[in-house]
C-alpha cells in the first residue's frame, strides 16, 4: 500500500500564493501519476493539474497560468505552487497517485488514480 501526506494549505488573501506538498510512503514501482484535486462546499471533486514520471503536466483550464505542479522523484514527493490566488480557489486539496500507466490516458479523472490523500484546507478570503 501507498500512504499519501499533505501539507502546505491555509488561509490567504486574494491574489497571494500558496505551496502545497505531497509526501508519499510505501511500495512504488513502475510508470505512473500523481495530481491535485479539490473540493469545495456544495461542489463535486475536480482535477486541478496532474503530472507523470516522465514531467508531461495536465491543467485544468482555470488553473492555467497561475498553478504549476511539479515532483522530486527522489523524494517521492509532489508540489502545487499556487499564485494569483481567487476566493474560488478556496476548497479541501486532495493529492493522488497511481503507479500504472493507465493513468496516462486520462490524468485529471479521479477513477485514474488508487491512492488519496485525506487532503488540506485552502482558504482565499477577498
Known amino acids: 500500500q501507498v500512504q499519501l501526506v499533505e501539507s502546505g494549505g491555509g488561509s490567504v488573501q486574494a491574489g497571494g500564493s500558496l505551496r502545497l506538498s505531497c509526501a508519499a510512503f510505501?511500495?512504488?514501482?513502475?510508470?505512473?501519476?500523481m495530481g491535485w484535486f479539490r473540493q469545495a462546499p456544495g461542489k463535486e471533486r475536480e482535477g486541478v493539474a496532474a503530472i507523470t514520471d516522465s514531467g508531461v503536466t495536465r491543467y485544468a483550464d482555470s488553473v492555467k497560468g497561475r498553478f504549476t505542479v511539479s515532483q522530486d522523484n527522489a523524494k517521492n514527493t509532489l508540489y502545487l505552487q499556487m499564485n494569483s490566488l481567487k476566493p474560488e480557489d478556496t476548497a479541501l486539496y486532495y493529492c493522488?497517485?497511481?503507479?500504472?500507466?493507465?493513468?496516462?490516458?486520462?490524468?485529471?479523472?479521479?477513477?485514474?488514480?488508487?491512492?488519496w490523500g485525506r487532503g488540506t484546507q485552502v482558504t482565499v478570503s477577498s
Open positions: 493522488a497517485a497511481d503507479f500504472r500507466s493507465h493513468c496516462f490516458l486520462l490524468p485529471l479523472r479521479m477513477a485514474s488514480y488508487l491512492y
Open positions: 510505501g511500495y512504488m514501482s513502475g510508470s505512473g501519476c
